[in-house]
C-alpha cells in the first residue's frame, strides 16, 4: 500500500509541474511514452530480471536423485510493467545555448520486490551550442551507443552481448562534422558493481575517480556511422582489512568498444563489439576476483570478456529482422581464490533472435524467438579461471508484445 501511495504522489506532482510548465510563457512540455504488454514463454528456467520480463541467460543443468534437470521446467508470464510515461521539457536559452530538460518513468520497479511500481529510467538537463553540448543528470551510460542499438524485441535490447545500464553523469560533447567527441564522468545508481557487501555503489564512490569514458562517432552519410570508445572504471572494493586495518586496495578495469551502423533506406545492419574487463553492473558476463583472499591485504585481478553482436532489419510498417550475439569469457590476468561476478562458470554463450514487428499508426505488434545457448563448466582458479568440463544448455523464448506509442 505504501508503495501504492508514493507512486500516486509522484504521478501527482509530475503532473501539477506540467500544468504549471504549460501555462508560463517560457517553458513548455510535451508528454511521451507508451503502454505495452508482454507475453513471454521460456522452454526453461532462466537468470532474469522482474519475474521473466529481462532475460539473460538460461540457467545451468541441476540434476535431481532421477536423474533429471530442474531447471529443465517452461515458464509463462503476462506483464505490463515496461508501459512508460516520459516528458520533454523546453525552457529559454540559456548563455546562447537551447536548454531542455527531460524525465522518464516506467512501471518496472526498481528491485523485483518493488515490481508495478515507478522508478526512474532517465531524468538530466542538456544545454546545446552549435558545436558543442553538455549533459548533466541520468542517461544511458555511453557504452550503451543510443546511435546504435539492437532492435530487438526483448527488453534486454541485446544483454548480455549488448552493455545495458543508465548512470548519472555529466558528459561533454563537441561536434564538428562528421566527427563527434564524447566525454563522460559517470557515477552508479540503479546498475552497480559486485564486491565483499554484495551489489553496491560504495565500492565505486570509494575510488573517488568517477567511472571515465571517451567516445568518438564519424558519420558516414545519412543516419549511417562508424565509431569506437574507452571506459575506464576503478573500484575499492573494501577501506578497511579483515584485521580492520585501513586499506586503499583498488580494482582497474579497462574496456574498449567499436560500433557500425549502415542505413539504406528501410535497411538497417548494425554491429558492435566489447572487449571489456569487469563489465558486471552493464548486464555483462564477468567482474573481477582476489587473488589470495589469505592476506590481509588483498591483490585483484580483472576478469576479461569478448561480446560481438550484429543486428540486420528490413522494412517499415511490415519489419523483419534478426540478431545474432556471441560471447567469450576470456578468463582472468592472474589465478585467484575468490570471485565476484556473473557467471564464472559460463565458458561462452551464442543467441539468435529472428522478430517481426507490424506497425498499425500508434500500434505496433511484435514477435520475436530468442534462442539462447550456453556452455557452462568448472572455472580452473588455478588456471586463470579458464572453463573446463563445459555442457551446453539451450533457452528458447518465444515473445508477443502489444503497444500503444504516444
Known amino acids: 500500500m505504501k508503495r501504492l501511495v508514493n507512486s500516486a504522489v509522484l504521478l501527482f506532482t509530475i503532473f501539477s509541474l506540467a500544468a504549471f510548465a504549460q501555462k508560463s510563457d517560457v517553458v513548455t512540455l510535451k508528454w511521451s511514452g507508451y503502454v505495452k504488454t508482454d507475453v513471454l514463454f521460456d522452454s526453461r528456467q532462466i537468470d532474469q530480471l522482474r519475474e521473466g520480463h529481462f532475460s539473460i541467460i538460461p540457467k545451468k543443468e541441476i540434476l535431481d536423485a532421477d536423474n533429471k534437470d530442474i531447471n529443465a521446467k517452461p515458464n509463462f508470464n503476462i506483464l505490463s510493467i515496461q508501459t512508460r510515461l516520459a516528458g520533454t521539457i523546453i525552457?529559454?536559452?540559456?548563455?546562447?545555448?537551447?536548454?531542455?530538460?527531460?524525465?522518464?518513468?516506467?512501471?518496472?520497479?526498481?528491485?523485483?520486490?518493488?515490481?508495478?511500481?515507478?522508478?526512474?529510467?532517465?531524468?538530466?538537463?542538456?544545454?546545446?551550442?552549435?558545436?558543442?553540448?553538455?549533459?548533466?543528470?541520468?542517461?544511458?551510460?555511453?557504452?550503451?551507443?543510443?546511435?546504435?542499438?539492437?532492435?530487438?524485441?526483448?527488453?534486454?535490447?541485446?544483454?548480455?552481448?549488448?552493455?545495458?545500464?543508465?548512470?548519472?553523469?555529466?558528459?561533454?560533447?563537441?561536434?564538428f562534422d562528421p566527427v563527434k567527441v564524447i566525454l563522460t564522468a559517470a557515477s552508479q545508481r540503479d546498475f552497480q558493481s559486485p564486491g565483499p557487501d554484495g551489489n553496491s555503489t560504495t565500492y565505486l564512490r570509494n575510488a573517488v575517480i568517477p567511472n571515465l569514458n571517451a567516445q568518438v562517432q564519424i558519420n558516414l552519410f545519412g543516419s549511417s556511422l562508424i565509431g569506437g570508445g574507452v571506459d575506464f572504471k576503478q573500484l575499492a572494493p573494501r577501506i578497511k582489512t579483515a584485521s580492520g586495518k585501513t586499506t586503499d586496495e583498488t580494482i582497474d578495469g579497462l574496456s574498449f568498444i567499436g560500433f557500425m551502423k549502415l542505413a539504406f533506406g528501410d535497411f538497417s545492419f548494425k554491429a558492435e563489439g566489447v572487449l571489456g574487463e569487469n563489465l558486471t553492473e552493464m548486464i555483462m558476463l564477468g567482474g573481477y576476483a582476489v587473488k589470495d583472499a589469505t592476506q590481509d591485504k588483498w591483490e585483484y585481478t580483472p576478469n576479461r570478456n569478448l561480446s560481438l553482436w550484429a543486428d540486420i532489419s528490413y522494412g517499415k510498417d511490415v519489419e523483419y529482422g534478426i540478431f545474432g550475439g556471441y560471447s567469450k569469457n576470456l578468463g582472468t590476468k592472474d589465478n585467484y581464490q575468490t570471485f565476484f561476478g556473473r557467471n564464472e562458470d559460463v565458458a561462452d554463450l551464442i543467441r539468435v533472435s529472428p522478430r517481426i514487428q507490424f506497425t498499425l499508426g500508434k500500434v505496433k505488434i511484435s514477435g520475436e524467438v530468442e534462442i539462447m545457448n550456453a556452455n557452462f563448466g568448472t572455472p580452473d582458479r588455478n588456471d586463470k579461471g579458464k572453463v573446463n568440463n563445459t555442457k551446453s544448455v539451450t533457452n528458447v523464448r518465444g515473445q508477443i508484445a502489444f503497444m500503444y506509442i504516444f
Open 91 to 175: 525552457g529559454p536559452d540559456v548563455l546562447g545555448a537551447k536548454s531542455m530538460a527531460y524525465f522518464e518513468t516506467e512501471f518496472f520497479g526498481s528491485t523485483d520486490a518493488t515490481i508495478n511500481t515507478l522508478r526512474l529510467r532517465h531524468a538530466f538537463l542538456k544545454f546545446t551550442w552549435d558545436n558543442f553540448e553538455f549533459l548533466a543528470g541520468q542517461y544511458w551510460h555511453p557504452m550503451f551507443v543510443v546511435e546504435c542499438y539492437p532492435g530487438v524485441v526483448g527488453f534486454n535490447t541485446g544483454a548480455p552481448f549488448q552493455p545495458f545500464i543508465r548512470s548519472p553523469q555529466l558528459r561533454f560533447v563537441t561536434k
